[in-house]
């Protein structure tokens, strides 16, 4: 491999397991992903847990990926519906055994003020809205890109933006 | 400073401020897993057809010399009515996290146990794989009454019954005297 990253090249040589590419591949988005997943879940532990599946899941499936160029839609894409689908089983083992919610529980990260304060404002949306304004403003993928990654129409996507705007300028007053 | 400035202000200051303390042993953990992964999942494929057992005894040994154990998604070759069975190595299974084990079996094939007749009539088996801990492996046992091509769908649960993996084992029985090797 060149030691300038080539994504293409490194995608064509992780479909072929190659192990130098995939530690490439990881060293390029793993801190995107993490800072997109820790925002979202809110915890770091969560965070860590949904990173780690979610680059086992990209290095199985990797061979199925027709646009290479998309790679990093496809990741988040990934990672977000793990999130997802934690949520859901979480949600239902709460609702069946009574546990308390996960998202309540204290942050033990050591991450700024700023941070704190926005995880904090954040974690007042519903979770849907909380991705989409990740997605664009912290993660900084286009309106096009979130409509790629969440399956939502690009009208939508501008519009339930605007919404959850006005919601967080209202929280934050 | 209007509220809209002092969000996007939050944003950007947050966003850049946001520490990268990301375990550093992830890099590790996420490719021992994928070892372990492909290796539990080679171990599958490496014991299937390994033992014949009739009855609950071990009656011969059938070597396959047709088959490419080496790629799993060939199809095996079985005889209809002889008993097979599948090894699954709980010593690797543990270090998955896997807690359960789903069967689905497709029609004209059925569990095999000299001890629980019941067994034969289910379709679909769930097993406790913690209840096995004194054991290093778990042979399924199933026989195929009829022709034709047959898939065993394995599916490997966490705790909570959350899916980490399936398997599909293409199986392709035909009576003895078709058998080729």
Known sequence: MTSKFNIIETINLCKKNNRDAQSALYQKYSFDLYKYLHFLCGKKELAEDLVQNTFIKVFRNIGSLKNNEGIKGWIFQIARNLYFDHLKSANNSKRDNNEINFDQIEDESNQSESVLELKNLLNQLDAKDRDLIILVEISGNSLLEVSEITGISLSAVKSRLHRVRKTLNNINK | ?181
């Open chain 2, 1 to 181: 400073m209007t509220n809209e400035t002092k969000l996007d202000q939050l944003f950007k200051t947050a966003t850049s401020e946001f520490k990268n303390d990301l375990n550093p042993f992830m890099e590790t953990r996420i490719f021992a897993e994928i070892d372990n992964q492909k290796n539990f999942l080679d171990i599958i494929f490496k014991s299937s057809f390994s033992r014949f057992i009739q009855g609950g005894v071990l009656a011969s040994l059938i070597i396959f010399s047709v088959l490419s154990l080496q790629t799993p998604k060939k199809q095996f070759q079985g005889i209809v009515g002889q008993v097979y069975s599948i090894n699954l190595d709980l010593k690797k299974v543990r270090k998955q996290n896997i807690a359960w084990l789903k069967i689905d079996l497709p029609n004209g094939v059925s569990l095999h146990s000299k001890n629980n007749n019941e067994t034969k009539n289910l379709r679909t088996l769930t097993i406790p794989l913690q209840s096995l801990k004194f054991l290093n492996e778990m042979p399924i046992v199933f026989k195929s009454i009829n022709k034709g091509g047959k898939a065993i769908q394995l599916t490997f649960l966490d705790t909570k019954k959350r899916t980490i993996n399936t398997k599909r084992i293409q199986l392709n029985f035909t009576s003895s005297n078709e058998l080729t090797f």
